[in-house]
């Protein structure tokens, strides 16, 4: 029997022999990089070696001239400039980032990122009164504020500028800032819509830098921003920012940085971590990212921000340890939450047929439902929403969407029930009172009816590929796709009627299995089933291969996504 349905893309033999003679590479190599919308040699060519100078000119983002110059205004006039960062690790790495940079030009700066249970997600009155006591005559939001349009005209009314840098959808109608930078708002030229918070501010810095440079500020040395992708790389993928186009190249040049990083406040989170020396995309979402996001979640990112700014070695060790700390808290009230929100979907034969979950309850910590709302959208494959109703009925609600359907673009059809909402295709938070909760849960099940199937559920693979055929240097050149994550999954393939020699089985959920195929012996493994099942001696497979280093060992693993059973 199938788990899933598996669908094989559509192969394109020509197109992938074309690009396997040209590039020296196998056909099905090739072949994963048409399914990834390359269309011809010279893409794949620029897939494959990505560049920093294919990155498009920051001058493309509309009102990036404008930034630039009140920018310029504020550093002549030592005037003190506001960097007003989210509390999330895309924010945090935006606050950071510009922090260092503004720093370096011996700029007067100051930032603020606001606690996540006192003042909530974006800009605040209260928040500008502390900025304008400190002296602030220019505020830059990172991450944030894109809907900040009467914050931004209270600031305005106390002689303070504004500029507006964020990435998730803007509203009809804007902050009436000096300045707007977001790829999505109309208008904008900017080619790499796919950037979050931390790659718009990234672009204000190269354009500033850039026109600083023209007209003769550096006199020595001027900052190299190639430093800086650490930090564009982890809030990236930390954000879900999908890895194509502009999010592959920095990415990939920052993850390359992390192997030895300038940055100590890295090194010491690194360490923590247990990253001994390559970080890959994993890492960042799973390993440091959580660790930099906890600090934000349970209360105040201001520790987080310091690591990644402070230079001083024993003070970003005692931050990293920190991080880790309340990272060890976090995961403890996620398990707790996970288990209660599984228990309502499993003692409720509604829910586990409906197209999407809406679940709350009061006695959960707002802070980390965005993580467990992506566990159970991934466990129970559908779009999910959990939502913390505080002790006046206000719920504060976090949402995870699954491949192939914009959660955003539901909430539309739904924003009639909200005090607040914002996000993009694959995550949203919104803000409602609890007597609205039910509405909201059937509204959503309808505004999906078009986008969710509910009885199948796919598997996407790239092509068919036989055991002979998976290699060393095959996987290699595997690699050279990498950094694999949403836009740019890890390739799936599959193999028919594959002979099960052994199967055996860990911690009661996780099946390692000795396949054998026209000679041919590979081990797999297959994570996390809801049941142990007993295989047939024929099988088909799918799976990601993949290298497995252990003790000093490179074998090649299987990576099961789905068996499909065979009689015998």
């Known amino acids: 029997m199938n788990n899933k349905k598996w669908v094989v893309a559509k192969q394109n033999p020509k197109l992938s022999k074309k690009i396997s003679d040209k590039l020296g590479i196998s056909p099905i190599t090739s072949q994963v990089l048409v399914n990834r919308g390359i269309k011809s040699d010279i893409e794949a060519e620029s897939f494959l070696n990505p560049s920093l100078f294919d990155l498009p000119s920051p001058f493309l983002m509309k009102g990036m001239q404008e930034a630039v110059e009140r920018l310029k205004k504020s550093i002549e006039l030592r005037e003190k400039i506001a960097i007003y960062g989210d509390y999330d690790v895309d924010g945090v790495t935006s606050t950071s980032l510009f922090y260092n940079f503004l720093k370096f030009l011996d700029a007067d700066i100051t930032y603020y990122n606001p606690n996540r249970f006192e003042e909530g997600y974006g800009i605040n009155k209260n928040a500008i009164d502390s900025l304008e006591n400190e002296g602030a005559k220019l505020i830059v939001s990172v991450d944030c504020g894109i809907s900040a349009f009467e914050e931004v005209q209270y600031a305005k009314s106390k002689g303070i500028d504004f500029i507006i840098t964020d990435h998730h959808e803007p509203p009809e109608t804007l902050p009436q800032a000096v300045a707007v930078l977001n790829p999505h708002q109309k208008g904008c030229n900017y080619p790499g819509k796919e950037i979050v918070g931390v790659g718009v501010i990234f672009n204000l810095a190269l354009a500033l830098r850039r026109t600083l440079r023209d007209e003769g500020f550096f006199q020595k040395k001027e900052p190299n921003l190639g430093d800086y992708l650490d930090l564009v790389a982890l809030g990236t993928v930390a ?238 050149e595997l690699g050279e796709l990498s950094p694999f994550g949403i836009g740019n999954p890890e390739p799936v393939f599959f193999t028919k009627s594959v002979s099960v020699v052994s199967t055996k089985i860990f911690k009661e959920k996780h099946m390692g299995i000795k396949f054998e195929s026209e000679g041919v012996k590979l081990d797999g493994m297959w994570f996390n089933l809801k049941e142990i099942v007993e295989l047939s001696p024929k099988v088909d497979i799918a799976f990601t291969p993949q290298f497995n280093i252990w003790n000093g060992n490179k074998d090649i693993s299987l990576t099961i996504k789905d068996i499909s059973f065979l009689e015998a």
């Open 239 to 476: 954000d879900c920012g999908a890895l194509v186009n502009v999010n592959r190249v920095v990415v990939r040049e920052g993850l390359k940085r992390m192997e030895r990083p300038k940055r100590i406040g890295l090194k010491a989170l690194k360490e923590v971590s247990g990253i001994k020396s390559t970080v890959n995309s994993y890492d960042l979402g799973f390993k440091l990212g959580p660790r930099v996001n906890a600090m934000g979640r349970m209360g105040s990112a201001y520790e987080a921000v310091e690591l990644f700014i402070s230079d001083e070695k024993a003070y970003t060790m005692e931050l990293a340890n920190k991080l880790n700390s309340e990272n060890i808290n976090r995961q403890n009230t996620e398990k707790k939450i996970l288990t209660s929100a599984i228990d309502i979907v499993e003692s409720d034969k509604k829910m586990l047929d409906s197209n999407s979950l809406v679940l709350f309850s009061k006695n959960w910590h707002q802070g980390v439902i965005g993580i467990v709302a992506s566990r159970i959208a991934e466990r129970y494959e559908k779009p999910t929403f959990l939502i913390a109703v505080d002790e006046d009925g206000i719920g504060k609600g976090s949402g995870r969407s699954v491949n192939g359907i914009n959660i955003y673009k539901s909430l539309l059809e739904c924003q009639q029930l909200f005090e607040n909402f914002g996000g993009h295709e694959q995550a949203a938070g919104i803000t409602i009172k609890e007597d609205k909760i039910l509405l909201f849960r059937d509204m959503l099940s309808k505004a999906l009816e078009v986008s969710v199937d509910n009885n199948i559920k796919k598997i996407n693979i790239d092509s068919e590929i036989r055991f002979s055929e998976i290699t060393d240097g095959f996987l290699s």
